[in-house]
C-alpha cells in the first residue's frame, strides 16, 4: 500500500539536544510538508518542499531545519534553538503544489523534550 | 485563504446523519471547499471538496449553497469510528497545500 511513514511515533529528548524526525513517502508525491499541531489546536506549517533540493519555509520555521535530498524523503530535524519543542508533528504530502489534488498524511510523531 | 467558522463541538447519535456546518462567507469565486477529519493521534484524513455543486463520494457527501458562504459536511449514518475532528477549509484554485489554514475544526463525537 502506497502511503507515508513517519517514524518513530513517540520521542523523547533532553532540553537542547537537537532532534531529526523521519517522513518517508512511496506515492511519488513532488510536493511534501511539516505541520506541527498542539493540543487542541490546528495545524500550523512548519516548512514545504514542492521538489527535490528545493524547500520553504512556513509560518513557524524558527528552530527547525528540513532537507530534500531524495523526492521521498523528507527528514525534520528541531533543533535546541526551537523554545517549545513538545508537540505533535505530521508530515503530509501531495502530488504536486497548486493541483488542488488532496494532501495525504502520516500518522505523526509525539515529540517531547524535558 | 478565506478564513472559515464551525462549531467547537457537535454530538450525532450513532446511526443518524451527522451534519456539519460551515460558514466560509468571503470565500472568491475561485476557491474550493476541501475538508478532512482527524481522529485522535493520527493524521488528518482527506474526505471530500468542491467549487459549487454538490458532491458526495463513498465518504460523504458536501452541499454548498448557492451563494458559496456556507457548506455542510453530511455523514449519511455516523458510526462510532467517525468520532472524531471535522475540519472545513477554503483553498484558492492552483494554490499549494501550503496555503491552507487548518483552524481548531469541529469535535464531532458519535454517541451510542
Known amino acids: 500500500d502506497g502511503g507515508i511513514t513517519q517514524s518513530p511515533k513517540y520521542l523523547f529528548r533532553k532540553e537542547g539536544q537537537n532532534v531529526t524526525l523521519s517522513c518517508e513517502q512511496n506515492?511519488?508525491?513532488?510536493?511534501m510538508y511539516w505541520y506541527r499541531q498542539d493540543p487542541g489546536q490546528g495545524l500550523r506549517l512548519i516548512y514545504y518542499?514542492?521538489?527535490?533540493?528545493?524547500?520553504q519555509k512556513g509560518d513557524i520555521a524558527e528552530g527547525y531545519s528540513v532537507s530534500r535530498e531524495k523526492k521521498e524523503s523528507f527528514p525534520l530535524t528541531v533543533t535546541s534553538a526551537q523554545k517549545n519543542p513538545t508537540a505533535f508533528y505530521l508530515c503530509?504530502?501531495?502530488?504536486?503544489?497548486?493541483?488542488?489534488?488532496?494532501?495525504?498524511f502520516g500518522n505523526g510523531t509525539r515529540l517531547t523534550v524535558t | 485563504d478565506a478564513k472559515t467558522t464551525q462549531p467547537t463541538s457537535m454530538d450525532c447519535a450513532e446511526g443518524r446523519a451527522a451534519n456539519l456546518p460551515c460558514n466560509h462567507s468571503t470565500i472568491s469565486g475561485n476557491e474550493y471547499v476541501y475538508w478532512y477529519r482527524q481522529i485522535h493521534s493520527q493524521g488528518p484524513q482527506y474526505i471530500i471538496h468542491?467549487?459549487?455543486n454538490n458532491e458526495t463520494n463513498e465518504m460523504a457527501s458536501l452541499i454548498i449553497t448557492e451563494d458559496r458562504k456556507s457548506s455542510t459536511l453530511i455523514l449519511p449514518h455516523a458510526t462510532l469510528r467517525d468520532t472524531a475532528v471535522y475540519y472545513c477549509i477554503v483553498s484558492q484554485f492552483g494554490a499549494g497545500s501550503y496555503q491552507l489554514t487548518f483552524g481548531k475544526g469541529t469535535k464531532l463525537s458519535v454517541i451510542p
Open positions: 468542491g467549487l459549487k
Open positions: 503530509a504530502s501531495e502530488s504536486a503544489a497548486g493541483i488542488n489534488s488532496p494532501l495525504h
Open positions: 506515492l511519488n508525491h513532488d510536493a
Open positions: 518542499s514542492q521538489i527535490v533540493n528545493d524547500f
